[in-house]
């Protein structure tokens, strides 16, 4: 049996320079927190908790006096509320969702009511929201905006930076056509993140030619979630955390599995996955 790793995948630059980050400040300040998951692997947090670094969900929530905002990025008030607090922030926002925010903030400013393709509880998507002031929405499906009270004359649009580029045309295109008769100006800009995309079209390829795709990452991934997304109708797919979720069951009769991560999943899981799979 072939067991094949796509060309692009697992952890990204993004969430390897948090976790250098991150090091940096236990070793200089010890233990710290972070404002939710650095990214949403549990293995990824487990091991950052035994440096030290541990994540919390409200900031009602902070025992010591440094708060790392994770890859997520966050919204003005809540990067307000923690330094009235006297806080000390250690700034792990991916540049990637750090240009998105820019983008968001800059296109409220000018006038645009901004809608964020993507899921409205993911941490970044509030982030997002965040910068837009009152003026943006999130949406995964044109419906949710058919109530939202907003004129959508002045549109701008961008997306969470890890859907999907096809998802996030089709998205555009229908929201076009839907506001078409009111439209005076529409801003589309592309905040993607290219890491994410360069990782879905690897997976694409591979499960092209696989007769079963692994996808190893946190069930709760935005990312992980796109990429078992692209590779199911394609090709048998299951997703797991760990390797000791894989059921043996899968690799009957399979000549050719193909293997993706997430982008937060940590090299070793991978690495245990596939040694699972060969010795299956
Ligand atoms: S997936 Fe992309 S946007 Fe998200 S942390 Fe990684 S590099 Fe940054």
Request: charged fraction near 20%.
């Amino acid at each position: 049996m072939k067991i094949e790793k796509a060309k692009d995948l697992g952890l990204c630059f993004g969430v390897r320079r948090a976790i250098k980050l991150l090091k940096e400040a236990v070793n200089r300040y010890g233990e710290l927190e972070t404002l939710g998951p650095l990214a949403h692997n549990h293995l990824l947090v487990d091991a950052l908790t035994n440096l030290g670094v541990k994540p919390i969900n409200h900031l009602d929530q902070v025992q010591g006096g440094i708060l790392a905002i994770t890859t997520h990025g966050a919204s003005p008030a809540v990067l307000s509320e923690i330094k009235a607090h006297h806080i000390h922030i250690i700034d792990t926002t991916c540049p990637i969702v750090h240009k998105a925010q820019n983008t968001a903030k800059e296109l409220a400013e000018a006038g645009f009511d901004v809608i964020v393709f993507g899921e409205a509880e993911h941490s970044e998507v509030q982030g997002l929201l965040g910068w837009t002031g009152d003026k943006g929405l999130a949406a995964r499906n044109i419906k949710q905006l058919d109530s939202s009270g907003k004129s959508l004359s002045y549109l701008g649009i961008i997306s969470q930076t890890t859907q999907t580029r096809s998802a996030f045309i089709e998205f555009a295109r229908q929201l076009m056509t839907m506001v078409e008769p009111k439209i005076e100006e529409m801003r589309l800009v592309n905040t993607l993140c290219q890491v994410t995309q360069r990782q879905q079209e690897a997976a694409m390829r591979l499960a092209l030619k696989s007769q079963l795709m692994v996808v190893i990452g946190g069930g709760n991934s935005a990312n992980t979630k796109r990429l078992v997304e692209i590779c199911s109708p394609l090709v048998e797919t299951h997703l797991v955390e760990t390797a000791d979720e894989v059921d043996n069951s899968w690799l009957f009769g399979k000549q050719h599995v193909g293997i993706t991560a997430g982008a937060s999943t940590p090299d070793e899981a991978v690495e245990e996955l596939v040694a699972k799979l060969k010795f299956s």
